[in-house]
């Protein structure tokens, strides 16, 4: 059975975006929302977006008719009663999911394919709203929707076989990279990337270096497009803080996802990043980027440490049967833009470098948050490699 008709429950960042995702795949999309002001929010913005692909030559006025044609906007969830296919992106809230499921169950068929995609709530915990939680499942974009290649399948305890394989079809139809994941905080990326800001803001709470400094240390040497305080400025500071809050609580609080208190006072102070115009760095009109001490040897400590606590963090998530290696590199390159795989960097940098590194950084602070995942040891003292 292929799917043709959608069903997308919320027409906010992420809904307008995946409806914009299926309707271009050719799928016949109902984009619902409680409130009109965010249907016509979401039609003008599509129509913006297709008018900027017009120009940028990727598509004709005619695909852009059709795109628009593949997507009708409803204000009440019973329109989207002949669904193959929906998927929820609504408010962030677990009682509101469970009731907006359960309403939704009773007016699609038997083998409708119920999917959210929640960033932090338990599929599990979502399915169990349902007379048939088998046909729930995770299916988790990235923002913008359109432009990010990846897609995280997570399949909840209770998810069928069946409805786990046509989820990945699908999304495989719409031109997405998958990568399945279990469910479990943070699923791939939200859970892998955690290093990424933590050790940055780690380094600079020790005062080894200031955040203009590590950005360039993390772009120079590792070759990532974004430093990590200015990935969070854009992100939103608040956003970013809330995730990894989330992620650390939900594992019962272990150190390796310790939030930072500068983070936190960021996010209180409201220097949110660039939507608020301040965050880490000033972006009013006049303002003036700092330069970075471009000490090369500084920048290699730090991107060392960033790049182990990021490659542990993976090998971790890889140990504990959370995604394939292939899936785990995959979410990492084609979610969040890393130039590289986090275990095929792993092999390049070598095993004993990995496991020295961390041994090194647990030495000194004796903090369980810089462990060695048992699994690169073990790899390490069989002379393995994770791609070769
Ligand atoms: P948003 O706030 O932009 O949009 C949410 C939309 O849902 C709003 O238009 C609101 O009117 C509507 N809504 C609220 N309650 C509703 C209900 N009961 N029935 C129908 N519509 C309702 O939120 P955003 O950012 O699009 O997030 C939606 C979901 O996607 C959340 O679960 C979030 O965790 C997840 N997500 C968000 C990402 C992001 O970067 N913003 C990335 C990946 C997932």
Redesign the pocket.
């Known amino acids: 059975m292929a799917i043709k008709n959608v069903g997308v429950?919320?027409?906010?960042?992420?809904?307008?975006g995946i409806a914009q995702v299926a309707a271009t795949a050719g799928c016949k999309v109902k984009l619902?929302?409680?409130?009109n002001e965010?249907l016509d929010k979401?039609k003008a913005a599509l129509d913006k977006i297709l008018n900027r692909l017009i120009e940028k030559g990727r598509i004709d006025a005619s695909e852009k008719s059709r795109i628009q044609d593949n997507i009708q906007y409803v204000n009440t969830?019973k329109d989207l009663g002949d669904s193959d296919l929906t998927i929820?992106?609504?408010?962030?809230n677990l009682d509101?999911?469970q009731?907006?499921f359960s309403e939704l169950e009773s007016y699609v068929s038997d083998d409708c394919i119920i999917a959210?995609?929640?960033?932090?709530?338990s599929i599990a915990s979502i399915a169990s709203s349902l007379k048939k939680p088998e046909r729930c499942v995770g299916i988790?974009?990235?923002?913008p929707a359109p432009l990010m290649k990846l897609v995280e399948v997570i399949p909840a305890i209770q998810t069928s076989k069946e409805v786990l394989n046509l989820s990945v079809q699908t999304i495989k139809d719409w031109k997405k990279v998958v990568a399945v994941a279990k469910d479990t905080p943070g699923f791939i990326v939200n859970r892998v990337a955690r290093p990424f800001y933590g050790e940055a803001l780690r380094i600079y709470e020790e005062g080894l270096a200031d955040f203009v400094t590590i950005d360039w240390a993390l772009k120079s040497k590792g070759g990532f497009r974004m430093g990590p305080f200015e990935l969070m400025d854009f992100i939103g500071n608040d956003?970013n803080y809330t995730v990894t809050e989330t992620v650390f609580s939900s594992f019962y609080f272990d150190p390796r996802y310790k939030p930072a208190f500068t983070q936190k006072r960021f996010s209180e102070a409201g220097y949110l990043g660039r939507k608020s115009g301040r965050g880490y760095y000033d972006y009013s009109e006049n303002a003036v980027k700092p330069s970075p001490k471009e000490d090369s040897e500084l920048a290699n400590q730090i991107f060392d440490r960033v790049l182990v606590m990021l490659i542990n963090e993976a090998a971790d998530a890889l140990f504990l049967n959370i995604a394939s290696a292939e899936d785990i590199d995959n979410a990492m390159t084609k979610g969040v833009n890393y130039p590289k795989g986090l275990l095929a960097w792993a092999d390049e940098k070598s095993m004993d470098w990995c496991v020295s590194k961390l041994d090194e950084l647990y030495d000194l602070y004796h903090e369980d948050r810089y462990r060695c995942s048992p699994l690169l040891r073990r790899m390490n003292q069989d002379g393995r490699n994770f791609f070769s």
């Open positions: 429950i919320g027409g906010g960042t992420m809904g307008s619902f929302d409680t409130k965010a979401a969830l929820e992106a609504i408010i962030e509101i999911k009731a907006v959210s995609n929640t960033s932090s709530l988790h974009f990235f923002n956003v």
